[in-house]
């Protein structure tokens, strides 16, 4: 079975850029969690989807990020403008339903 | 606010000998305890989980206790082999596996 697929797995951009990263989830899994991972940290929180609808983005700063998730499958977190305290790991995971989370490899985003 | 609190950064342990990871929580609504496991370059991947109504998991070589009382939970690893060396982070929810909150992680090395 295919695991959670991210691309790109690095990214260096300069502050005020935009960027996107793309989250292919295991086939099947109807729920998507976008977290982000400063270095030093456990993983946060951005987003979750069930399907292609949004159940939690509480602690997605909605100024600068979003997410989408079209057609229930793939999804996309785009950041823009970046800024320098955006430089973090940003990890996709994908369940079933509200069960055990398989996670991607991450993206690493670095802002100069 | 950290509601999942992980103080030790690190721990050596040598090969053979049990690894004990500690995590602290402060949310008492929170009812379900995981530990993800995470090496270098890759996402952290779910390792044992507990729910509140019990005050142990064990999953062979790993064992998670929980302390409700004192909001909290420790993974036991016995024996440790050197492939256990990889970061560990504790989380917990709140139903079931909604919303996911993550510690800071110790990174644990077993020395040959």
């Known amino acids: 079975e295919a695991g959670v697929a991210q691309s790109p797995r690095y990214k260096i951009i300069e502050k005020r850029q935009s960027v996107a990263f793309w989250c292919n989830p295991i086939?099947?899994?109807?729920?998507l969690y976008w977290y982000q991972q400063i270095l030093g940290q456990g993983p946060k929180l951005l987003i979750q989807?069930?399907?292609?609808?949004?159940?939690?983005d509480s602690q997605l700063p909605k100024d600068r990020f979003s997410a989408e998730r079209l057609k229930g499958v793939d999804s996309t977190l785009k950041i823009q403008p970046a800024k320098l305290e955006d430089s973090a790991v940003y990890l996709c995971?994908?369940?079933?339903?509200?069960?055990?989370?398989?996670f991607g490899p991450g993206t690493r985003l670095t802002v100069l | 606010d950290q509601q999942v609190k992980q103080n030790s950064p690190s721990l050596s342990v040598q090969e053979g000998r049990i690894s004990i990871l500690n995590c602290d929580y402060t949310?008492?609504?929170?009812?379900?305890f995981l530990w993800y496991k995470k090496y270098p370059a890759e996402g952290p991947t779910f390792l044992i989980s507990?729910?509140?109504?019990?005050d142990k998991n064990e999953d062979g070589r790993f064992t998670v206790f929980l302390n409700k009382s004192a909001k909290h939970l420790s993974l036991h690893i016995v024996p440790s082999q050197p492939g256990d060396s990889a970061v560990y982070f504790c989380?917990?929810?709140?139903?079931?596996?909604?919303?996911?909150?993550f510690g800071t992680g110790t990174k644990l090395q077993v020395i040959p």
């Open positions: 949310n008492s609504m929170f009812d379900y």
């Open positions: 989807f069930q399907n292609n609808g949004v159940v939690d």
């Open positions: 989380a917990a929810s709140e139903g079931g596996y909604q919303k996911v909150t």
């Open positions: 507990i729910s509140s109504i019990k």
């Open positions: 995971a994908s369940s079933l339903s509200a069960d055990t989370q398989y």
């Open positions: 086939s099947g899994h109807a729920t």
